[in-house]
C-alpha cells in the first residue's frame, strides 16, 4: 500500500469501527450530540462526543524566499542556525546568532556588542549589511538577520531560513516583539 492510498483507507477503517461500535451501543453517527461509549483503562466507562467533521486550524505560512541578489554567505548562515539551534530557547539567540554569522564567513570577526537588540548598528557600520524595507519578518529573504526590541531586557535576534527562523532554538514563526529591522548584504 503506498503512502498516497493508506490515509484515506485508515480513515475508512477508523469510520467503519466507530459506525460499528456506535450501532452497538445504539448510537446514530450523523448525529451532532452522538457519544461513542468505551471502557478505560481502569475498567471505567467513559464516553466522547463522535466528531464527523474536521477542520483544522492553519497556520498560513508563505514560503521564504530566496533573493538572488543577497549574499550567499548569509543563506549558508541561515543553514548553519538552523543546524545549531535548539527545541527551546536557552537565552542566547545574539551568541547563537553571532556563531553562525562568523562560521559562515558573512562576518570577518566575532560581533562585540552585548545585547541583540544593539546588533543592527554595528552589523551596519562594522560589516557592511544594510537595512531592508521590508516589514514583515514572513517576507524577509533567506540569510537575512532580524533584530528585535524589548523595553526591559535585551531583544531579540534572529536570521531567516527556508523553513521559519533560527537563533538559539528554531521557530516557524517570528519573534512577537517589536521588529528594528531586516538586515542583510548584497
Known amino acids: 500500500m503506498g503512502k498516497t492510498d493508506s490515509f484515506p483507507r485508515l480513515l475508512a477503517i477508523a469510520g467503519s469501527f466507530l459506525l460499528a461500535a456506535s450501532v ?9 450530540k452522538s457519544k461513542f461509549t468505551f471502557k478505560d483503562a481502569n475498567g471505567k466507562s467513559d ?10 486550524k492553519k497556520i498560513v505560512q508563505p514560503f521564504a524566499k530566496i533573493d538572488p541578489s543577497i549574499d550567499p554567505k548569509l543563506r549558508k548562515a541561515a543553514t548553519i542556525a538552523e543546524e545549531r539551534a535548539n ?23 566575532y560581533p562585540k556588542t552585548v545585547n541583540a ?16 524595507s521590508v516589514r514583515d519578518p514572513y ?13 526591559h531586557g535585551a531583544g531579540h535576534i ?8 533560527a537563533s538559539d532554538f ?3 514563526i517570528p519573534s512577537p516583539r517589536p521588529l528594528i529591522g531586516v538586515y542583510s548584504k548584497m
Open 117 to 132: 537588540k544593539d546588533a543592527a548598528g554595528e552589523l551596519v557600520n562594522k560589516y557592511g549589511f544594510k537595512k531592508l
Open 87 to 109: 527545541a527551546h530557547s536557552r537565552e542566547q539567540c545574539w551568541h547563537y546568532v553571532k556563531e553562525a554569522l562568523l562560521a559562515s564567513g558573512a562576518v570577518t570577526s
Open 170 to 172: 528554531r521557530s516557524k
Open 47 to 56: 464516553s466522547a462526543e463522535i466528531i464527523t467533521k474536521y477542520a483544522p
Open 139 to 151: 517576507k524577509a529573504p533567506v540569510g537575512s538577520v532580524l533584530v528585535y526590541n524589548n523595553k
Open 158 to 165: 534572529e536570521i531567516r531560513t527556508k523553513n521559519g527562523f
Open 24 to 32: 452497538a451501543h445504539g448510537q446514530m453517527l450523523a448525529s451532532p
